[in-house]
């Protein structure tokens, strides 16, 4: 006697229910910390710490944002973090465009060869690279410095943009470039004039991976900079536990602090990541 399949569980994993929970359920893995920290930095001491756990805050408070901008400088951890991840970022995008257009449009021999050293590049943990980029930089007497953070961010983020700019670039044909040439144009012209507009969605989704790499570093950051007034977000976040203390609500609040411009950010430029993600691998 055969099993009959009960056609409303087919339904149900076939159908839109289950769409709708695997995305409910996504949103809420990506969604949870941030409101928990959110609500944290809104509560109290003594009301994170009571039982039973109160999910949203009986008296939201600011206190602890105005105790996380007196504890610390959060101001110069802001303008020391948003100064090296654009910098970071304007750099990569300077190369990767340039390596990208040379992978995408001129016969190179070894081009097979460069990609796969690429990819394979891209995998090394940070750590193993943290004692010799320390030897260089101390080498080059540039440890507490903007240019110690610069450029390890700029060499960490060129793999990832490449890779992702060469795809947008073989979609381009050659003839618009070309025409620009005819026109007058030199072939570095017809790239930021031609090349780099058409493929804006993809320039803007690398931009946008460079900048939150370089934002959330902690690493690199920790190591090349002891000077107070060079200190990122990250490294002064770390700051505000005591040896014996955790503040939570003061280190929530500094976290909200932290994410909200790179939320912006986002926010700003849904539209060209989402078409720079979903049209990167798409050619022709």
């Not at 929970?21 to 509560?43: C, D, E, Q, Y």
């Not at 303008?79 to 995408?104: H, Q």
């Not at 790239?191 to 989704?205: D, E, H, M, R, S």
Request: proline residues 7%; glycine residues 6%.
């Amino acid at each position: 006697m055969s099993a009959v399949a009960n056609p409303g569980f087919s339904s149900l994993l076939s159908g839109r229910p289950l769409r709708f929970i695997a995305g409910g359920a996504l949103i809420v893995n990506g969604m949870f910390p941030a409101l928990w920290i959110l609500f944290t930095s809104l509560k109290t001491e003594a009301e994170l710490t009571a039982k039973p756990i109160t999910w949203v805050p009986h008296a939201p408070t600011l206190s602890n944002y105005m105790q996380a901008f007196s504890d610390q400088p959060l101001h110069i951890f802001l303008f020391n973090s948003f100064m090296v991840a654009l910098l970071s970022t304007g750099l990569t995008l300077l190369v990767s465009v340039l390596a990208a257009y040379a992978l995408a449009r001129l016969n190179l021999r070894y081009r097979g060869l460069i990609l796969s050293l690429i990819i394979a590049v891209s995998t090394f943990p940070l750590v193993t690279l943290l004692v010799p980029l320390f030897e260089i930089m101390r080498t080059l007497n540039l440890l507490n410095t903007w240019v110690a953070l610069v450029l390890p961010y700029t060499v960490l983020s060129l793999p990832v943009c490449t890779l992702m700019l060469v795809s947008f670039f073989e979609g381009i044909p050659r003839d618009l470039e070309n025409a620009a040439m005819i026109d007058g144009c030199t072939r570095m012209g017809a790239l930021f004039k031609v090349v780099v507009p058409l493929c804006a969605p993809g320039v803007f989704t690398a931009g946008i991976l460079a900048f939150v790499n370089a934002w959330d570093e902690f690493l690199l950051a920790l190591s090349f900079n002891s000077n107070p007034t060079l200190r990122t977000l990250p490294v002064g976040i770390q700051l505000y536990q005591g040896e014996f203390a955790f503040p939570w609500p003061v280190i929530s609040a500094a976290l909200v602090v932290g994410i909200v411009p790179v939320a912006v950010l986002i926010v700003i430029f849904q539209e060209r990541v989402v078409s720079g993600l979903t049209a990167g691998g798409i050619k022709g």
